[in-house]
Structure formats: structure tokens, C-alpha cells
């Protein structure tokens, strides 16, 4: 992996290089919240840096997008004519993603790439370039230390183009793809190899951010995997946990690795659509039966279902790690304070 | 590339704070706002989902004018002149006390004081109302009564996580309700005591400390003889520091609610100051709507009285509600289908617009800027986040046009104009006039009311279960969530809220003893009539009680015989009933 150097001053003249074949999107406050938006102007500067305030929803709709128009038809003197929407980007970069989220893109390719190739979800993965940051220093809620979601990203294991490190007035650039190596390479004269001091400083911060994390959920997280995996926590606990579900979905869908997806249809007269969203296993729609049986009708039930679908072991053989990468973003969105950490908790105690 | 709106969610009266996402076509998705007072990061279902209904293919997009038994698409000056022919004819064959106008809680602030206005100052009729007052009128003529007017906030939702008593009365304010719901864990979570107070509920989940089987219409028998209640309940009951949680959809008659707050604060206010509360409505504006003047003025009919078969109005002028949804009697319906000329002004091609003889499409509240006041008394902007459907015109804009065509200056009020005359004329609105405040995220909240007054109302009797008997519930079910259209509208609401049938709800191991199974038709008979239903089995009901949702009305009327009149907002509910069963 090659690691270059870039001055913190040059970062908005690589961005406008950029735009010359690409379309950029980075972290920007609207009314006081952050999203990522498409780049216009300068960059706000301290929502790129090593701590940063993660943005309350992933940039995973980016390639997965809460709703999106799948295909289109209208019937014209007996034809019917069918078309799909034009597509959102040409090639985008995502400056400043996160390593949790990072590694939730990664977690979804598995899903919509490797298992079956999804036609929407392949045309807006394969042209993305990702520029993640690696965090310095942890939020309130992250847990990211004990579900190989960050910190700092592994090359090995992650999907990330580029990983940002903030280095005070420089980054320390990793570049782990071609994709990488091309934005890189748009003025190689922006970059300079870096001194072994600073390889050094990247590393002593790396070790520096693993110890910042949340105590609890580190260490109770193997405890609740193996819980869930022999089927040893008592369906009471189940119960008590789903009692202080509230159906809501949000954890679903601020979760970077939630993939889960509805489909509808809409139509008047002789033109319609047929669209996608995202769905969520907290509903009670989600497993009910046109009979109108429902296999998983119990709160308990469901938020059984959900964790186990996360932590389970045997997904964890399947899909290669366990679907959290240690966001926290469930503790913000769930109002019944039953986020990942205080559910790894409480299966530990059984 | 997609656009953040910043707004708020229109499907309850919590008024959460929330993005919607746009691509400048269409709504793509949401985002709560973590900044937000009441969400603080956190929706419901409906609203993490309420972007989906706005999809729909269903909106009216054209105005539609009544030919023999068909509704046929018009231009907007046909629709306006044929609506002005008809205004216009009942105004001079009967005068202007012959038309009733109905504001919505589906509608702002704004919109709603302009009907007002329209329905003073254009129609010159008193007969103003909401679909509200089969559905939470009761509850908020109570709290008026005791404050003598306009009540402001009451409480705020965060304060809820801070409060150590917090009675909550209907399962649902928790559930269905999740900032509330939120607030209570919070509590819950730092020791506070969270009783619970439903007759349809045979479980209590964890954080409920007490569970006390008595409706809100029996409660404040229940708190008077406090030796029928625990003595830990009593105790924390009856300190300072309480919240009440309760749905106003559910409050079926103001003596209830008063006698209520009286047995929980039987000394004078300053003693023993009257709980935290928050009404809760399954309407997005109801405390809005109803302060805005949607109400009978001097003299002038509720919606009950105005469709009574004895009553003079021939003519009904409805905007932004689906009322035959919403209608607790089939006389009622039977009126409505005898009157001369309705007008709905709506969104979606409602079971009411049908009946119509002329529709007007108005925007979605996706689409209209104004204000809407939550059940804190919290009011905030909204903002539009769609571009308005072409066909599509403002309710201000149809009320102008109406006015103009009856020779009659109705002014071209913007919103920031009305507000200023809001907070002229509605004395806790004083501060709506400040556009700055109103642009800051959580809005405005009304200011808090002095101290209430003593107030006697006339109280409904409750019935006592006798032996053998079962004791039927009706419960307050005209707002059902399956029966929101906005529900109807999405693909996954819909699989949430299911339809339900014509069924009367019963406990299994009744069943059981009865030989009963799901489906299965029985005979209930109350001394005022009976009726024939299935049974639906369902273990939240408990023992010896009955549920039968209000809505399926002949079900209920049939049993029910005539229903019981709430002297104070003068309309008509069903108390509970003692009946028996018996399998045919």
C-alpha cells in the first residue's frame, strides 16, 4: 500500500482537480446536522479531520438509497414501453466517509455483489471511489474497536480507495486500490513520500484511539456472540428486550450494514412504476404471511431474529465478520435505549 | 443530487422534527433531526416512513363537479362557479345559518383561521367545526374549561424523562407514540415510577410499574376511593410532580378528564399543581386547529348537531378531512347523504369525496407552508419539500377566489401576515408573530396557563359488571391508524396497520370456556340491543371484558341503542356496556 503525504492547504485544490472526471460529495452542515452533500465551494474543514462528528445517516444510501425507482412503464396504443431511470452518477468520490461506514459499504457489496449481482446497486458501487478518514479520536457511542469497523481501516480487509490520516497539517494518504492510485496521480506533484516520523506519529495515533473506546461493549461483545450462537440467552430476555422495541426501524436504517429491502408498485391508468425502499425486521409486516400468519409476530421475536442475524456465529462463517461495524448510530435512533451496546450488555448478564 | 428539507412530520401530534430527502422530483427518504426537541434523533415507523405515501398515484388532480350519479373532471372555474351557484342558492333560499364549514387538524394553523374567518366574515354562518369532535374535542373542552380559554403548553415532552411519577393511561401513548414512549424509558431508566392505566391489557411490559385496569372514564372513582388502589400507587400518585400521558382521540366526555384531574389534585393548585400533560392525537394539528377557532361560534351547531336529522343545515363546506371516516353514527351518514350540497376540498379521492357534488384538490402538507401546533402546544414551520402538483390550489387561494365570486372581500392574507393577526387575536399565540423564533429548530412553545379554575361538569354514570356479564369496551377508535389515508398510501404503513373486521375482541380462555373459536359468530346482548358478530380471539384483552372499535358503527349501534350526549361539547359517545355472550 502506498502511503504519500498531503499538506492540509492543498486538500480543496485536489478536491477541484477532481471535478474534472468526477463528481464529489463530502460532509456538510444543513441547520445545524450533517450530511454528505455534493461539494461546492470550500470544504468544511473540521468535518474532515481525525475528530470529526460522524453524520447521523451513513453515505450508504449513496449506493443503497432509501427509495429508488427500479423501472418504469407506460403502455402506448397497445405497446408498453419499459425504462429505468437514468443514473444517478457518472463516477463519484466520497471524501471523508468514515471508517465504520467504510467498512458498511464493504458489508453491503458482500450482499448485493457477491451472493447475486444487483444491476442498481453494481452500476452505483462500480463507480464510486471512496476517501475514508481515520478517526483519532472516538464519539460518545462508538464502538467501532470491537466489531473491526475502526478505528483505522486494515487494507487487507476493507474496502476502502484512499484512507485519510489527520496528522495536525498534513494527511498521511493510503492509497489501497487503482481507483485510489488515480486520484492520486491527477497532480503527483500535490503529494510528497513521508518521513518516518510521521509513519510513526500514524501509528502511535492508531494506538492512541484504541484505547478512547467505550469499555462495555468491547468486552462483552464475544460473551454475546457466543450467547446468540449456542442459543443460550432465555427467551425472557428476548421478551424484555422487545418490549422496549417500538417497531420504529430506525436502527435498520441509520445502521451502515442493514441491506434489507421492500418492493411496491404504483400505477394510473396506462403508466406506473416499480420501485424499492428500505425495509426494516424490527416491522411487523416485514415476516407476516399473505395468510395473514405471522412466523415471527412477537416484538421478542423479531429483535431475536435481528440480533441474531448480526451476531451469530453462523453468519459470522458465511459473510466473514458480524453485521455491526460499531457506529453507535442505533443508540441515537432507538427510542426504547435498546442500541447494540446496552443489548450485548444485557445478553451478557443472561 | 438530493436535497435536505428540514421540517416536520405530519402524521401525529408530536410535531417531531425531521429531513426530508428530495431529488427534486420526488421524496426519496428521511431522516429525524437529532437536534430536535422532541425527536432528538428518534421517529416512529409512520415517520421514518412518511415519505412513501407521497408516491401515490390516488392524489386528486383535477376538480370534479357532481353530474346525475357521476363525478366528472372540470376546470377550475367551472368547479369555482358551480360551488358559487350552490353557496349562492342555499344562501338565499334558507340564509347563510343553512351552511355548516368544517376546519381539519390535517390542515395548519393558517389555513384553518382563514375557514374560520371565511365561515364568519364571507358565509356569515356559526356553524363551524372539526372531524375532531367525535375525536378529541372532549378532551380539549375540558382543559379549556379549566383554564377558562385557551390553555397554551401544558407540559413539554422532554420533561418527561425528568418526571418521577408519570401515569400513562392507554397502552397506546407509549407505543404508538415513541417520543412519549422515549421519554418514559428515560425515566423508567433513572428510577422514576411509570403506572400504567388500560382495561385492554392483560400484560404490562417491564418499565410499568403498576398496572391499574380501569379506562379514564372510571379512574377518578378509582383515585377518590383510594382504598381500591394499592397503597404504593396512592402514594405516588398523589405528590407534586406527576405527568399524565393520555390520547385525547380517547376522551369521550370533558366530565371525564375534569373529574380526573380533580381527584389527583384535590387541594387547592398552588398545593398541589395539576400534572405535567400531554394530549395526544392521532391528528397532526388538533390543539392548532381547535385554537385557531375551528369550534361552533354564538350560537352555531357542532358537526354532531349539524348532522342530526332535525337540524336546518343544508349545505356542508369540508376542507382537508375525510369525514365519513370519522362519523360515530350511520344517522349521521344518513344526513350527510340527504344534504343538498357538500364541497370537499381535499388531497386524495377519500370515501367523502365521492359522496361530494364538487372536489377541489389541495396540496399535501408536504406541499404547504404554515404552521402546525403539537400536543405541547409547541408550535413550528413547516416546510415544503415538494413542488406543488400543477392542478393543485392553496386553501387560501380557494377561499379568496370563493369569496371574490360571492362579491365579497376576503383579503389575500401571506403567511407571515396571518400569523400577525394569530397573534393579535389568540392570546397564547402572542409570539407566532416573530418569524425568527419560528425558524429555529423546536419552534415556538405556547406559554404555560395560570392557574386553573374550580369547574364542576355533569358526569356520566359508570355501570357496574354484574356476575356472569362481560364488560364491553368501545373505545375511541374514529382515528384508528388503519384508518389514516396517509397510512393507506404506503406499501409498508399499510402491511403495518391491517385492516381490521367487524369483530368483537375477546380474551382466548373466554373463548375457550364458551367453545369458541376464531371466526366464529356470537350472540351479544347489552339491555339497550344486540347484535351478531365474530370473534376475534386476542390475548391483550382481559378476562370478562369485550372490545368492539367504535368505527364499525351499525356493529356498535345495534348494541349500543342510542348513544350517551357529552353535555359539554355536545356530542355523542358510547360508555361502556354490560353484556352477555352466548355462542350461536
Keep these: ?58 453515505p450508504k444510501d449513496i449506493v443503497f438509497p432509501q427509495s429508488e425507482t427500479l423501472f418504469s412503464f407506460t403502455r402506448d396504443a397497445g405497446d408498453i414501453a419499459f425504462s429505468i431511470p437514468e443514473k444517478a452518477f457518472e463516477r463519484l468520490v466520497i471524501l471523508g466517509i468514515r471508517s465504520c461506514d467504510t467498512a458498511g459499504i464493504h458489508w453491503l457489496d458482500n450482499f448485493y455483489l457477491n451472493n447475486f449481482r444487483d444491476f442498481y446497486y453494481h452500476d452505483r458501487r462500480d463507480n464510486l471511489t471512496l476517501i475514508s478518514i481515520a478517526c483519532n479520536q472516538p464519539m460518545n457511542n462508538c464502538f467501532c474497536i470491537c466489531c473491526e469497523g475502526g478505528p483505522f481501516l486494515n487494507p487487507e480487509k476493507a474496502a476502502f480507495d484512499i484512507q485519510l490520516v489527520d496528522l495536525d497539517e498534513h494527511y498521511l494518504v493510503e492509497c489501497n486500490s487503482e481507483k485510489g492510485k488515480e486520484l492520486v496521480n491527477l497532480n503527483r506533484s500535490l503529494f510528497s513520500p513521508p518521513d518516518p516520523a510521521m509513519v510513526e506519529a500514524r501509528d502511535q495515533l492508531e494506538k492512541k484511539s484504541h484505547t478512547l473506546f467505550l469499555h462495555e461493549p468491547t468486552s462483552y461483545m464475544s460473551t454475546a456472540i457466543r450467547r446468540i450462537t449456542s442459543n443460550s440467552v432465555p427467551p425472557e430476555v428476548w421478551t424484555e428486550l422487545g418490549e422496549r422495541c417500538f417497531d420504529d426501524g430506525g436502527c435498520t436504517f441509520v445502521c451502515p450494514c442493514c441491506s434489507c429491502f421492500g418492493v411496491g408498485y404504483s400505477s394510473k391508468g396506462e403508466t406506473g412504476c416499480h420501485y424499492r425502499f428500505w425495509d426494516s425486521c424490527d416491522y411487523s409486516g416485514f415476516t407476516r404471511e399473505v395468510s395473514g400468519h405471522n412466523p415471527r409476530a412477537e416484538k421478542g421475536e423479531r429483535f431475536k431474529r435481528r440480533f441474531f442475524h448480526k451476531l451469530s456465529y453462523q453468519y459470522v462463517k458465511r459473510d466473514g465478520r458480524i453485521g455491526c461495524v460499531g457506529c453507535g448510530r442505533c443508540i441515537t435512533a432507538c427510542p426504547g435505549e435498546v442500541g447494540m451496546p446496552a443489548v450485548v450488555e444485557r445478553l451478557r448478564r443472561g | ?228 388502589l394499592p397503597p404504593e400507587v396512592s402514594a405516588h400518585l398523589f405528590q407534586p410532580g406527576l405527568a399524565l400521558i393520555f390520547l385525547a382521540d380517547q376522551v369521550d366526555s370533558a366530565s371525564s378528564l375534569v373529574s380526573l384531574l380533580q381527584s389527583l389534585s384535590p387541594r387547592p393548585p ?38 342530526d336529522e332535525e337540524s336546518h343545515v343544508k349545505g356542508l363546506i369540508l376542507f382537508g378531512d375525510d369525514l365519513l371516516n370519522h362519523l360515530p353514527t350511520s344517522s349521521m351518514l344518513e344526513k350527510f347523504k340527504n344534504l343538498e350540497f357538500v364541497l370537499v376540498a381535499d388531497r386524495f379521492f377519500t370515501e367523502t369525496a365521492r359522496m361530494a357534488h364538487c372536489v377541489l384538490p389541495i396540496p399535501l402538507l408536504a406541499e404547504t407552508r404554515g404552521t402546525m401546533t403539537n400536543s405541547e402546544g409547541r408550535v413550528q414551520k413547516l416546510r415544503p419539500f415538494l413542488g406543488p402538483q400543477k392542478e393543485n390550489r392553496p386553501v387560501a387561494d380557494i377561499l379568496y377566489d370563493l369569496s371574490r365570486r360571492l362579491g365579497k372581500d ?175
Excluded at chain 2, 392521532?282 to 352555531?300: C, F, H, T, V, Y
Design chain 1, 1 to 58: 500500500m502506498e502511503q504519500v503525504v498531503l499538506q492540509k492547504s492543498n486538500l480543496n485544490h485536489w478536491v477541484e482537480l477532481m471535478h474534472g472526471g468526477f463528481q464529489v460529495v463530502a460532509p456538510s452542515r444543513v441547520h445545524g446536522e450533517i450530511f454528505f452533500l455534493p461539494h461546492a465551494g470550500q470544504l468544511e474543514s473540521d468535518l474532515l479531520c481525525g475528530n470529526a462528528t460522524l453524520p447521523y445517516l451513513p
Design chain 2, 270 to 307: 398552588t398545593e398541589n399543581p395539576l400534572p405535567l400533560m400531554i394530549p395526544l392525537s392521532r391528528s397532526p394539528n388538533l390543539k392548532g386547529a381547535w385554537d385557531m377557532g375551528i369550534q361552533p361560534g354564538e350560537g352555531g351547531l357542532t358537526l354532531q348537531e349539524m348532522l
Design chain 2, 1 to 228: 443530487m438530493v436535497k435536505n428539507t428540514p421540517t416536520i412530520c405530519s402524521f401525529c401530534s408530536n410535531g417531531c422534527g425531521m429531513f426530508v430527502r428530495s431529488d427534486g422530483k420526488e421524496a426519496i427518504g428521511c431522516l429525524p433531526m437529532t437536534l430536535h426537541p422532541v425527536s432528538e434523533g428518534r421517529l416512529c415507523h409512520r415517520g421514518w416512513n412518511r415519505f412513501q405515501n407521497l408516491r401515490s398515484f390516488n392524489r386528486l388532480s383535477l376538480p370534479l363537479v357532481r353530474e346525475g350519479s357521476n363525478l366528472k373532471e372540470v376546470t377550475w372555474p367551472e368547479a369555482l362557479q358551480k360551488t358559487t351557484e350552490k353557496i349562492s342558492e342555499l344562501l338565499s333560499r334558507y340564509g347563510p345559518q343553512s351552511l355548516g364549514v368544517i376546519g381539519s387538524p390535517w390542515l395548519t394553523n393558517e389555513d384553518n383561521y382563514r375557514i374560520a374567518r371565511f365561515s364568519r366574515d364571507i358565509l356569515g354562518t356559526n356553524h363551524l367545526d372539526g372531524s375532531y369532535r367525535f375525536s378529541g374535542a372532549a378532551a380539549l373542552a375540558a382543559l379549556n374549561q379549566l383554564f377558562s380559554g385557551s390553555f397554551g403548553s401544558l407540559g413539554s415532552i422532554p420533561a418527561i424523562a425528568q418526571t418521577p411519577t408519570i401515569l400513562v393511561i392507554g397502552k397506546e401513548c407509549c407505543r404508538d407514540f415513541s417520543p412519549v414512549g422515549s421519554r418514559l424509558i428515560k425515566a423508567f431508566l433513572h428510577g422514576s415510577t411509570v403506572i400504567l392505566a388500560d382495561p385492554l391489557c392483560t400484560r404490562k411490559e417491564h418499565f410499568f410499574k403498576y398496572l391499574l385496569p380501569h379506562p379514564i372514564q372510571s379512574l377518578a372513582a378509582a383515585f377518590r376511593d383510594k382504598e381500591s
Design chain 2, 410 to 584: 376576503f383579503p389575500v392574507f401571506s403567511e407571515p401576515e396571518v400569523r400577525r393577526e394569530i397573534s393579535k387575536n389568540i392570546s397564547p399565540y402572542t409570539k407566532v408573530a416573530s418569524e425568527s423564533d419560528l425558524e429555529e429548530v423546536g419552534g415556538i412553545l405556547l406559554p404555560a396557563p395560570t392557574a386553573p379554575l374550580p369547574c364542576e361538569l355533569p358526569e356520566a354514570a359508570e355501570q357496574a359488571t354484574e356476575e356472569n356479564r362481560y364488560r364491553l369496551l368501545v373505545p375511541n377508535t374514529l382515528y384508528a391508524w388503519n384508518r389514516n389515508q396517509m397510512i393507506h398510501e404506503s406499501p409498508v404503513l399499510r402491511m403495518e396497520y391491517p385492516s381490521d373486521r367487524p369483530a368483537v375482541r375477546m380474551n382466548p380462555l373466554d373463548a375457550k370456556e364458551l367453545k369458541i373459536r376464531m371466526g366464529e359468530k356470537v350472540k351479544v346482548r347489552s339491555d339497550r340491543g344486540e347484535t351478531q358478530a365474530p370473534v376475534e380471539v386476542d390475548e391483550n384483552i382481559p378476562s370478562k371484558v369485550l372490545m368492539l372499535p367504535s368505527h364499525f358503527v351499525e356493529v356498535v349501534e345495534s348494541l349500543a341503542g342510542k348513544a350517551v350526549r357529552d353535555v359539554t361539547t355536545r356530542t355523542l359517545f358510547f360508555p361502556s356496556l354490560s353484556v352477555t355472550v352466548e355462542k350461536l
